[in-house]
């Protein structure tokens, strides 16, 4: 235990020194913005592409792995969408933001730092895999959601644009897909590009943690949300078990492979779920609740998870 205590203790910490900072310095959240832009645009691209590049090309297509990891996604979307549009007499657009609520996880921000920390540099194929592919539908389902609940008042052409826009136009899409042509071409870049990269890559997940402590200190908790035990027990328990269940009988993949989405599966809501909630205009302190109080939990349910595998509860494969 002590072995998985002191793997997550960084992680955490680092998150809770960004919590407690931004409690004593009172900067406002606006202060935050270069840091993001430099996580966003910067480091975590250049963390994807680096190690992206550096993986056979062969690695980079497991179709099995990829489909069985956004299906289980998408059935614990569907389970709270379901029962949130029942209970509220066909609510969409809240629903829509509770469903997200416990199924996007924060892949982007914690993901990354925490598997490869876990698993090493084998985490970051995966990791790359799932944050690309999941990113796309998250991207594509929210605003269609909310045009079909009335919420979104533009025309289908713009919204169809806007969707593909922010898809292709992901700094961390973007990365992937270049880092997956130079996988393909086995191209490296001169030693002092590379050299570069490799001080983006460590600072990233430092940076990301830190930024999200931040954050999570500067959106009070106003009020907690009714469906918040759904929420998390669906974000934090059913997803990851679910994931590990689907891979395990979608495929036999590497114990890095199957950890690392089953780690980013039980991560806590993200952050952007917030933002999309913002943006719509519903659901919104909610949304920043339940982001504050799952990842507070994630920190005895990710600390759990990881000693289940670091001990060989789980098993690597369940159906061998």
């Not at 690392?260 to 952007?272: D, F, H, W, Y």
Request: with cysteine; proline share 7%; aromatic share 12%.
């Amino acid at each position: 235990m002590s072995e998985v205590i002191g793997l997550v203790l960084p992680f955490f910490g680092l998150i809770f020194l960004g919590f407690l900072v931004a409690r004593l310095t009172r900067q406002p959240l606006e202060a935050l913005g270069w840091m993001n832009t430099f996580i966003i645009y910067v480091a975590l691209p250049a963390m994807f592409f680096q190690l992206l590049a550096k993986t056979p090309f062969e690695k980079l297509t497991e179709w099995n792995f990829i489909l069985g990891s956004v299906f289980s996604t998408y059935v614990v979307f569907s389970l709270m969408f379901a029962a949130s549009v029942i209970l509220s007499r066909g609510e969409i657009a809240q629903s829509t933001i509770k469903a997200l609520a416990a199924a996007y996880g924060n892949i982007g921000y914690m993901g990354p730092g925490l598997a490869l920390l876990a698993f090493g540099e084998q985490a970051a194929v995966p990791v790359a895999l799932i944050f690309c592919f999941e990113n796309i539908i998250h991207f594509a389902i929210a605003p269609m959601m909310m045009a079909l609940s009335g919420g979104e008042k533009r025309p289908a052409h713009e919204l169809i644009v806007d969707v593909v826009r922010k898809i292709v136009l992901h700094p961390f899409i973007i990365a992937t897909a270049v880092g997956v042509a130079a996988a393909y071409f086995q191209f490296r870049p001169p030693v002092p590009a590379e050299r570069l990269l490799v001080y983006l890559s460590n600072a990233a997940a430092p940076c990301a943690l830190f930024a999200m402590g931040v954050t999570l200190a500067l959106r009070p908790l106003n009020r907690v949300p009714t469906e918040m035990l759904p929420i998390a027990l669906l974000k934090l328990i059913v997803h990851p078990l679910l994931c590990y269940v689907v891979l395990s009988a979608v495929g036999n993949f590497s114990p890095a492979w199957l950890f690392s989405a089953v780690l980013l599966a039980g991560l806590p809501t993200a952050t952007n779920v917030f933002v999309i909630a913002q943006q719509y205009g519903v659901w919104v302190q909610r949304a920043s609740a339940s982001v504050l109080i799952t990842t507070c939990l994630s920190v005895v349910t990710v600390t759990g998870l990881l000693y289940l595998i670091r001990n060989g509860i789980l098993p690597p494969d369940l159906f061998p």
